[in-house]
């Protein structure tokens, strides 16, 4: 695993969150995707946003599957922009 992975379930465990981090051996690139590789429902699945905003990363992370809809709202609520993929890797 990724060290920074392990940094995370450390602090998560540290903190006294239950369950386990697990890294997938394909990329899951859709929550469709994860969920498959976890053998969950879709709706188990967190999705992660990263946003500019004045300058600095944004991270958003929400509850359920959504598909998608309302994500076009937030970079104006936020006064950022997307984070393109390729650059996401510089704040993770």
């Given amino acids: 695993m ?3 992975t392990t940094a995370v379930a450390a602090a998560l465990a540290a903190a006294g969150a239950h369950g386990e ?5 394909e990329s899951a690139r859709t929550a469709a995707e994860a969920a498959s590789a976890l053998g969950c429902d879709i709706g188990a699945i967190a999705n992660s946003l990263i946003f500019m905003a004045d300058g600095s990363p944004v991270l958003i992370l929400t509850g359920a599957h959504t598909g998608g809809r309302g994500a076009g709202a937030l970079p104006g609520c936020l006064g950022g922009r997307r984070h393109p993929a390729h650059r996401v890797s510089n704040h993770v």
Wanted: hydrophobic content about 40%; charged content about 10%; proline content about 12%.
């Fill in 2 to 4: 990724h060290p920074n």
């Fill in 21 to 25: 981090v697990r890294q997938l051996a």
